[in-house]
């Protein structure tokens, strides 16, 4: 069994280097039994920007946080006018080569699942099947008060009748689908409630501040406990909601394979780490693995 690297974060400090040999992650795939873990860094490729990485939206972008939007009427407003305008542009994304290639590891048995930070539904759309949405999904709209799941569609109508005429220009899309506006552009934006109850409604999505479902933590740890590898591909694991699964794989003796252009939280308790962007790195493991990606993606 592989020793666990002592972990110690330290931004800027010495961390073991990048390289561009996909052959481990090859191999790694190739013996089966791996578990994908992915973050905001697989999306990019599709027009969806990243949190950390290089013009990362945090740069410019406070994320939404739990206690700001159950606590302020106001805060919704801006969070809903953002987001509201931010889905237009999100829902029409589509799935790149990673996506593709990770649906196409999964078809040919090579994947014991998918988990991913990411809430914008794009390994789905590409044909990935049982994947866990570790922070939920920007699809879907659940009210605070009666629990009451609804589709995210059908929350984008009402508010399209309530607030006719609403298309400001935004400086940006975020990793969360809130776009950049500023309070001149928001405007008297109308929030609609809860067609239940008349409660409040908010994204199916895990915000900054807030906590993951015990139960949904638990299921990604039986993944990890079931596979033989764990394959990080575009997250730089600073939030502990990814990193605790990489901690728990390098307990197990279980190597962890990361594919990400920057440094990550996770690099000293990886076997590698490849700098390379994902579409084309992907791409190059399915060709070597002669993994059909177009099956995957049309299944």
Known sequence: ?????TLSWTPGADLPPGTTDLAPVAEALR???????????????????????EGGSLSRHTPMTYQDFTGSPEARRRYWARSHLGW??????????????????GRHGLLTGVITQNVDGLHQAAGSEGVVELHGS???????????????????????????????VAAGIN?????????EQVGDFRVVPCTVC?????????????????????????LVRGASSLLVLGSSLTVMSGLRFVRQAA????????????????????VTRVALPLGPAL?????????????????
């Open 1 to 5: 069994m592989r020793m666990r690297p």
């Open 31 to 53: 013996a089966g039994g791996a578990l994908v873990l992915s973050g905001a860094g697989i999306s990019t490729e599709s027009g969806i920007p990243d949190y950390r990485g």
């Open 88 to 105: 237009r542009t999100f829902g029409r994304a589509r799935p790149n080569a990673g996506h593709r290639s990770v649906a196409a590891f």
């Open 138 to 168: 920007l699809d879907r709209v659940v009210c605070l008060t009666c629990g009451d799941l609804s589709p995210r569609r059908e929350l984008a109508r009402r508010l399209e009748e309530a607030n006719a005429g609403f298309a400001p």
């Open 175 to 183: 990793p969360d689908g809130d776009a950049d506006l500023t309070d």
């Open 198 to 222: 008349g409660g409040i409604l908010k994204p199916d999505v895990v915000f900054f501040g807030e906590n993951v479902p015990p139960e949904r933590v638990e299921r990604c740890r039986e």
């Open 251 to 270: 307990d197990a003796g279980k190597p962890v394979l990361i594919v990400n252009r920057d440094v990550t939280r996770g690099d000293r308790l990886a």
């Open 283 to 299: 791409t190059t493991v399915t060709d070597r693995l002669g993994v059909s990606v177009e099956a995957a993606a049309t299944a």
